[in-house]
């Protein structure tokens, strides 16, 4: 079975000393491809010298809404100018918003993901989300710039919410967290949305799952995320994996060769 992790930081420091062996491990578990969102400008030369070095992993560039004040005031520009310049990145992100953590300015955050969601548009690329406790928000400026559609990154809102990103052209994320049983929201949710929007993630190193809770999470355990998947839905892993690897591929910009 082909499986895909929709998102996963393999490019960051917690893997430089075993990223070979992690993909090595990953390539014979049967996940094909892996794809790396940005965090802030100054990591994306190394996050796409990774992709291309490595067969399998695909980029994304975009400023993360966590590290507001990571951010320069030419970043961007930067972004607009490497995708244009850039022909393999599959979409923008991780970008969004976080109303969850305290002390990030929300006025900057929003204007910071409508300027994002512009430049996606005008590279006419889909999105990888980054939403706490502001899908609302989010869904109100999706609906009034219309982007490409894409991915919701571990998606924790409500059923009618997911539904609402569905309709504008997104999938949404489920990885780790599934496999906690105190998660009754998050699994019925995956219970209850239709497969064709669902896809698996592990967030890697972070949203470690059961078996490695309180340890660095790592794509290698994207199998478990699918047992638990097909788990919850009584489906078998064979019609998880199939149909979670083709919604990556329809939503992103992925040539699947």
């Known amino acids: 079975m082909e499986i895909i992790d929709s998102h996963c930081h393999i490019d960051v420091a917690n893997f430089d000393a075993d990223r070979d062996a992690v993909l090595a491990d990953c390539r ?47 970043d961007l520009k930067r972004l607009e100018q490497r995708l244009a310049d850039e022909n393999d990145v599959v979409a ?20 910071l993901f409508e300027a994002q969601l512009a430049i996606a548009n005008t590279a006419h690329l889909p999105l ?45 994320g489920f990885g780790g967290m599934m496999t906690y049983e ?21 967030d890697a190193p972070d949203m470690s799952g059961q078996s490695c809770r309180g340890q660095r999470n790592s794509p290698q355990y994207l199998p478990q995320y699918l047992l638990a998947l097909a788990e919850i839905r009584a489906e078998s892993t064979e019609t998880i994996a199939a149909a979670t690897t083709e919604n990556v591929l329809a939503v992103l910009a992925i040539k699947n060769n």
Not at 40 to 54: E, F
Request: hydrophobic fraction near 40%; include cysteine.
């Open 128 to 172: 990888i989300l980054h939403v706490r406790k502001a899908h609302d928000p989010v869904i109100s400026m999706l609906k009034r710039i219309r982007p490409k559609g894409g991915i919701v990154h571990a998606f924790n809102g409500s059923l009618e919410q997911g539904r609402q990103y569905i309709a504008l052209g997104f999938k949404l």
């Open 92 to 111: 923008v992100g991780e970008v969004g918003l976080d109303f969850y953590l305290s002390g990030l300015d929300r006025r900057r955050q929003i204007a």
């Open 28 to 74: 014979a578990q049967g996940i094909s491809r892996i794809v790396v969102p940005g965090i802030t400008a100054p990591g994306w030369d190394k996050l796409l010298r990774l992709c291309r070095q490595q067969t399998g992993l695909y980029p994304v560039l975009g400023l993360h809404p966590v590290y507001l004040e990571q951010h320069g005031a030419d």
């Open 182 to 202: 105190r998660s009754v929201k998050l699994r019925k949710l995956a219970q209850q949305l239709p497969l064709q929007a669902i896809v698996l993630e592990t």
